[in-house]
C-alpha cells in the first residue's frame, strides 16, 4: 500500500490490502488501492488523521475510489470539527456504507492534516495475526519517477509488492527497472496502464525476470510513468508483515533514530540506496556509540547493513538500542529501516519497517499514538539530530507534556506509552502529538505494539507480528 496526500487540502494513500485502504494528510488527498495481494491475511485498515494547521479543520471529506478509478463511497465524518492539534480514528469496517473491499483514497480538508494507515488482521480467528503501517504522502510529493530501497523475492523467506497509484488526471503508463546489490539491471518490466484515480499490485513473485533467492533476491527499484504517482511497498513472511513509502527524491544525509541489536531479541536492517544515475554515493555511517561503517555505492545499487552482523555495535537490553546518521560526499542516498527478531524462527516474530528520514526540523508531528489501546501501546523514538545537546518537550492535545533536558547531538529518547505511564495518558487512548526542541533539529519514529500487560493483550495470537512501524512529518 502506499498513501498521497495534496498539499492543497488534499491527501493521497494506496493500501495493498482485502479490506480497505486510505491515509492523507490535509487539503486534498489521493490514496491508491490494489487489485491483488500476495500478503497473506485478511486485512482491516484504520485512518489517523492529526489536525496539524492552527486552525480547526470543518471539512473533511474521505472519497473512496475502485482499482478502476470509479468511486466506491464519498465519505463525510460526522465528528468534526477537528480542533487544532487534535486527532481522529477512522475504522474503516465501521463505515456501514462501503462494502469489504480494497481501494483508493482521496481525503479533502480546509486546513492541513498529518496521517498515518494502520492496517492488521489481527482481529481474524486465524492465523497469520500480523499489522504495519504508513505515514501519508502528500500530493506535492507525488512524482512521476518512484525509488524503492529494498524490494525481495524469497530473500531470507521475505517478499514483496509495489502498490502504484495514479495521482494524475489522466490513465498512467508504468513500467519499472530493478537493479541488484552492483547496480547492473537486472530486469525492465513494463508495468501496464493505471487508471486516473486507480491503483495496482506487483508482486515481485510474478515477476519472472527478477532474480530470487538469499543471495540475489534483494535489489532496488526505479519506477517511471506519464503521470505523478504515489507508492508504498509491501514486505512479508510467514506471520509477518511491513510497509513503507516509496521515495521521490535523495539526500546527502540521512537520520536513522532506531537500531538495534538483540534489543529484547530485536535486530534491524538498514538499507541504502543510491539514486544518483550518474555518480557514486560514497559516505560513511555513524552510531551513536561512536561506532563507523563506509560505504560505496553504485547508480542504483542497494547495500543492507544487518546490524547484528556488526560485531562493533554493542547489544543487548542496554546497548543494543542506538541511533545514526548517514553521510554521503557525493551521489544522492534514500533509506529503509527494517526491525525484526532474527533469533526466532522465520515463521514468529515481530516485523516492521520505516523510512528512514533526511529532513529534520525543531518541530516534528506524531499522528499516531496508541496508550493501551484494543491491545497496543505505542514508543515514540525522538533523534537529536544536531551538532549540540537540546531539550525535547513532548506535547498531546490534551495539554499534557513529557519534558526531556539536555538530549546529547545523536542521541534520542524512547517515549513508552504503556499503563498510564507518568499519569499523562488515560487507558485505551488513540491521540497524536508534537515534538519540539529548544534549537536543535529532530526526526522522530513510532512503533506500536502489544505485551502482556496491555490492555486488550490476546495470548491466544502469540507470539506473532503486532508491530507497526512508520516515521513523523517535519513542520
Known amino acids: ?46 485512518i489517523l488523521i ?54 483508493n483514497v482521496i481525503a479533502t480538508s480546509d486546513v492541513q492534516l498529518t496521517a498515518s494507515v494502520n492496517t492488521t488482521s489481527v482481529n481474524n480467528d486465524s492465523a497469520p495475526w500480523t ?3 504508513y505515514e501519508g504522502i502528500e500530493a506535492a510529493q507525488t512524482a512521476t519517477t518512484l525509488y524503492y530501497p529494498g524490494l525481495y523475492k524469497n530473500y531470507f523467506g521475505f517478499n514483496s509488492e509495489m502498490v502504484l497509484q495514479n495521482a494524475g488526471d489522466t490513465t498512467a503508463t508504468v513500467s519499472a527497472k530493478f537493479y541488484n546489490a552492483s547496480g547492473t539491471e537486472v530486469a525492465n518490466v513494463d508495468l501496464g496502464s493505471i487508471a486516473a484515480n486507480g491503483a495496482q499490485t506487483f508482486p515481485t513473485q510474478s515477476i519472472s525476470q527478477l532474480p530470487s533467492g ?6 532496488g527499484a526505479v519506477v517511471t510513468s506519464n503521470v505523478p504517482l504515489a507508492g508504498i511497498a509491501n514486505i512479508w ?17 540521512l537520520y536513522v533514530p532506531a537500531n538495534y541489536k538483540q534489543y529484547f531479541g530485536f535486530g534491524s536492517a538498514l538499507t541504502i540506496q543510491n539514486i544518483d544515475q550518474s555518480n557514486n554515493a560514497a559516505g560513511t555511517i555513524t552510531y551513536s556509540d561512536g561506532t563507523t561503517e563506509n ?13 547484528p552482523n556488526n560485531a562493533s555495535l554493542p547489544s543487548g537490553n542496554t546497548g543494543g538500542v542506538f541511533s ?31 523510512n528512514v528520514p533526511s529532513e529534520a526540523a525543531t518541530t516534528v508531528n506524531i499522528p499516531n499514538i496508541l496508550s493501551d489501546y484494543f491491545g ?51 487507558d485505551r487512548t488513540t491521540t497524536s502529538a508534537v515534538a519540539t526542541s529548544t534549537g536543535q533539529p529532530l526526526v522522530a519514529v513510532i512503533q506500536h505494539n502489544t505485551a502482556s500487560n496491555v490492555n486488550g493483550y490476546n495470548s491466544t495470537k502469540q507470539p506473532s507480528d503486532f508491530l507497526l512501524a512508520f516515521s513523523g512529518t517535519t513542520q
Request: proline share 7%; no cysteine.
Open 1 to 46: 500500500m502506499s498513501q498521497v496526500i495534496r498539499h492543497v487540502t488534499a491527501i493521497a494513500a494506496t493500501i495493498a490490502v482485502v479490506v480497505s485502504l486510505l491515509s492523507f494528510t490535509g487539503g486534498k488527498v489521493l490514496a491508491q488501492g490494489q487489485s491483488e495481494t500476495d500478503a497473506p491475511g485478511v486485512w482491516q485498515s484504520a
Open 50 to 103: 492529526q489536525n496539524s494547521s492552527s486552525s480547526p479543520a470543518t471539512t473533511v471529506t474521505i472519497t473512496f475510489y475502485r482499482a478502476d478509478g470509479t468511486v466506491a463511497l464519498e465519505f463525510t465524518p460526522t465528528d468534526l470539527p477537528i480542533p487544532a492539534g487534535e486527532s481522529r480514528e477512522y475504522y474503516i469496517p465501521s463505515i456501514d456504507t462501503l462494502s469489504p473491499g480494497q481501494f
Open 131 to 133: 499489522s504495519f503501517a
Open 214 to 219: 538469499n543471495t540475489e533476491g534483494l535489489f
Open 237 to 253: 513472511r510467514t506471520n509477518g508483515t511491513s510497509s513503507y513509502n516509496a521515495f521521490t527524491s535523495g539526500s546527502q544525509t
Open 295 to 307: 560505504f560505496d555505492l553504485a547508480p542504483n545499487a542497494s547495500q543492507e547493513f544487518f546490524a
Open 324 to 354: 545514526a546518521q548517514v553521510v554521503a560526499t557525493t551521489g544522492s542516498i534514500i533509506g529503509l529501516v527494517s526491525l525484526s527478531q532474527p533469533d526466532r524462527p522465520t515463521e514468529r516474530g515481530d516485523f516492521g519497517s520505516y
Open 376 to 426: 497496543y501501546f505505542s514508543a515514540v523514538t525522538v533523534q537529536n539530530t544536531g551538532n549540540a545537546p537540546t531539550d525535547v518537550t513532548i506535547t498531546y492535545p490534551s495539554g499534557e507534556t513529557r519534558s526531556f533536558p539536555n538530549v546529547p547531538a545523536n542521541g534520542t529518547i524512547n517515549v513508552i506509552h504503556l499503563n498510564n505511564t507518568d499519569d499523562v495518558l488515560p
